[in-house]
């Protein structure tokens, strides 16, 4: 007899659906079905390739959702969807006031990693100093390939002092020697600016450091 899967509340979980049915599901008044919809949904479209009718309806529903069970089963089913297409919807929430959408959204971008970049460049020269912010926190272990031409950039034309802080707290992770020319011309420009000249003089220590390792390693 096959085992029936119980919910948190100890209730049996239903059986697999289809996803016309899941995708009303969602809209339910009853957050555990939305949840659990939520849930089935994201391993439904990652077994069928991500169908964009799924990730859409995920998406539309989080405008509305405030249950935060539900958010964040929406956001973990978007994650294990991945892909473009969901980096794209989940891009714009980082502007949103609401800082539980706009955090799960930054933490699943986060995730989709490279599957992020094509929805993350324009937020890089975004108006708003805060969306800046939070794209440049997005790069947080990327590739150094990916990473350090976009950190470059920041480094090189970036005003706002926070955006700057944060792009050379990310260069820690993300990125390489490659960088060093980029921070030390940065270091010029807010000479005086007390945290951001101490965090870059930490930057291009570790990277320094990090670099000889290598150099040193056979």
């Known amino acids: 007899m096959p085992l029936v899967r119980a919910d948190a509340a100890g ?4 059986p697999p659906a289809d996803s016309e049915f899941l995708v009303t599901a969602l809209t339910s008044q009853d957050a555990g079905a939305r949840r659990r919809a939520a849930h089935e949904l994201g391993g439904l479209a990652a077994q069928a390739g991500a169908e964009a009718k799924i990730i859409e309806a995920l998406a539309t ?4 959702e405030n249950n935060t069970a539900v958010r964040e089963a929406i956001f973990a089913a978007l994650g294990q969807i991945g892909g473009a297409h ?4 989940l891009a714009p929430l ?7 959408l706009r955090n799960g959204a930054l933490e699943t971008l986060k995730r989709l990693a490279d599957a992020a970049v094509s929805a993350v460049d324009p937020l890089l020269a975004d108006q708003d100093a805060d969306v800046r912010l939070l794209a440049v926190e997005v790069m947080r272990g990327w590739k150094p390939d990916r990473a350090v031409p976009r950190l470059a950039a920041i480094l090189a034309s970036e005003q706002q002092v926070n955006v700057v802080g944060a792009a050379v707290d990310v260069a820690l992770q993300a990125g390489d020697a490659s960088l060093l020319p980029a921070l030390v011309a940065c270091a010029a420009r807010f000479a005086g600016a007390g945290y951001v000249e101490f965090a870059i003089a930490m930057a291009v220590k570790a990277l320094t450091d990090r670099s000889a390792v290598h150099v040193d390693e056979p």
């Open 11 to 14: 209730a049996p979980a239903p």
């Open 61 to 64: 529903q989080l405008q509305t």
């Open 86 to 89: 969901a980096a794209a919807l």
């Open 94 to 100: 980082l502007r949103l006031e609401d800082a539980g």
